[in-house]
């Protein structure tokens, strides 16, 4: 007790030649309290350490330039709120988009410009209300993207990798899954119900998650097609048992669908035929669902590459089908532009043919290889994908007209992703922290993951010097917990809307309560609507009965 008594007299002795100016205390090499550490750690602080060298704008040096912002911001949210009926109903969602991935895409949106990068905003961004959702699932903490797809879609939370069941179903459950008492309807279905066109674009598969929220019922996510369940579940009886693609060509409401883009075509097709992009089907019982939609939809077209797209006359046809990919569609960064359409060009032509119902729409739009980028460990990839799919948000707002037409941005979950440090203005979000260096004075990364697959120590256990290794779009940035890939974090994602009934999207709210205030907004689904008589006590008296 006497001895680190005596230590903690000889330190506070060093704190003070070292705030008058006699020692540099970070070169004192001594055994301290983990307190004293801290402490230490603080007084480089105090010194101004982190203010060092730092850029500062010009502009940002002057007060009115702050002022001016602000009361313009104050001056939007001031604004009373659209109540118009909602005719359109957009929702994008950007998958595993955390906080801190749209906060790196806007970084670098400006850097990209060959600006500092912080002053840039997304075009979500710049819808005038925002909120918080929370994801966690029935029974997971951290979700997937299938729990969460029923939830801001279908409107009731689940278990983790089920998808349109409620928690009643058990992973793998056939059964279960299958019995129509257990199935929960979704947006889709609402809007179809009133007359509306409805559809999705995704980047990664029509089989996948997020997309398969809008139509699928299923035990298991991963049961895209017969083969899936054949090898994933072994046990189940596939005869009885309806894959997701399946469901989406032959039961409703998903072989209503105006609009169906992304990837996936092998999940269509049998293992005997070879598909469009040079890849055999990996269908097992021989069904081509390709033929079977075509059949069913005689004034609907099926595309797979961008000419074809871009070319379709949208007058002339009903339905269209795009299938880009045999499985999930190429990074934005790595694709062939002649023959893989981008976000926004999808966009643009599925809410062409949409907006031929005079009753109005639902799409899902899905940028779903953020979450791709961000598993790999390769912001470079995901940041590129959020600013694709920022771009088709922007080109989705000036097709529209916010006074009819709802669109909510929003994410499924979030990826352990975090800026670290102090780096100053302009600071290179995709490089290292030029600024800071660790306790080994080894300069880390600006961006760095919870958990992935390479954490560049030496043989020591020692960090790494990466100077010169950035640059390349598909680096692997560095991760503090060895994993074979990275994984999701349970952080709340951000909610950004514009347009009938937006207001309704702000606080924090669970995430299954999402499409009840879309629906709420369009006069759509079973629930309470903007369209009710005396609409300003209808939420409440559903509350009072125990609707939900």
Not at 55 to 60: F, I, K, Q, R, V
Not at 503 to 531: D, E, K, R, V
């Amino acid at each position: 007790m006497g001895f680190q008594l005596f230590k903690l007299l000889a330190f506070l002795v060093l704190l003070c030649a070292a705030f008058a100016g006699y020692v540099n205390i970070a070169d004192v090499d001594v055994d301290f309290h983990p307190v004293e550490r801290l402490v230490r750690g603080k007084l480089q602080m105090a010194r101004g350490d982190m203010a060092l060298n730092k850029y500062t704008p010009e502009e940002d040096k002057d007060p009115n330039f702050w002022i001016n912002i602000a009361q313009n911001e104050m001056a939007e949210r001031l604004k009373a709120p659209n109540l118009n009926k909602a005719k359109n109903i957009i929702m994008f969602l950007g998958d595993g988009m955390s906080l801190t991935t749209v906060t790196a895409a806007r970084i670098l949106k400006g850097q990209r410009k060959g600006n500092t990068g912080e002053e840039d905003i997304l075009s979500f961004e710049k819808f005038p209300h925002a909120g918080l959702s929370r994801t966690y699932c029935t029974n997971a903490q951290v979700p997937d993207s299938a729990c969460t797809a029923t939830a801001y879609l279908c409107g009731v939370k689940t278990n983790i990798v089920n998808i349109g069941v409620s928690a009643n179903v058990d992973h793998n459950n056939c059964e279960a899954s299958m019995d129509p008492l257990n199935h929960v309807s979704s947006i889709a279905d609402w809007a179809q119900a009133a007359g509306k066109s409805t559809g999705f674009v995704t980047t990664t598969t029509l089989t996948h998650a997020s997309p398969s929220g809008s139509y699928a019922h299923v035990a298991n996510r991963f049961w895209e097609c017969d083969t899936d369940i054949r090898t994933k579940a072994p046990d189940v009886d596939v005869t009885r048992c309806m894959d997701i693609a399946q469901q989406l060509v032959t039961q409703s409401p998903g072989k209503n669908f105006q609009v169906i883009m992304g990837g996936g075509m092998g999940k269509f097709l049998p293992n005997t035929l070879q598909d469009l992009h040079g890849k055999m089907g990996e269908r097992q019982d021989g069904k081509n669902l390709l033929s079977t939609w075509q059949a069913m939809n005689a004034n609907g077209v099926i595309v797979s590459n961008r000419d074809q797209l871009l070319n379709l006359d949208v007058s002339a046809v009903d339905k269209v089908m795009g299938i880009f990919e045999s499985g999930v569609m190429k990074f934005h960064s790595e694709a062939d532009p002649v023959k893989q359409p981008t976000l926004p060009e999808m966009t643009e032509v599925a809410l062409k043919l949409l907006s031929k119902n005079e009753n109005g729409y639902f799409v899902f739009i899905e940028g779903g290889l953020i979450d791709y980028g961000n598993h790999f460990n390769k912001p470079g990839i995901s940041l590129d994908e959020t600013l694709e799919f920022e771009k088709a948000i922007q080109l989705a707002r000036d097709m529209t007209n916010p006074d009819d037409t709802l669109i909510v941005v929003t994410a499924d979950h979030g990826h352990p992703l975090s800026i670290s440090g102090y780096p100053g203005r302009g600071n290179p979000i995709l490089g290292l922290n030029e600024y800071d260096e660790d306790a080994n004075g080894v300069r880390y990364s600006t961006l760095n993951y919870a958990i992935g697959t390479n954490q560049y120590l030496d043989e020591a256990g020692n960090r790494i010097d990466l100077t010169g290794r950035f640059g390349p779009s598909d680096f692997i940035f560095p991760s503090y917990i060895k994993s074979s890939i990275g994984n999701h974090a349970g952080d709340d994602v951000g909610v950004w809307a514009s347009g009938p009934y937006s207001h309704l999207f702000t606080g924090t709210m669970q995430q299954n309560t999402i499409p009840h205030q879309m629906a709420y907004s369009a006069c759509i689904g079973n629930g309470p609507t903007m369209c009710d008589e005396s609409n300003e006590n209808s939420l409440e008296n559903s509350i009072d009965n125990g609707e939900k």
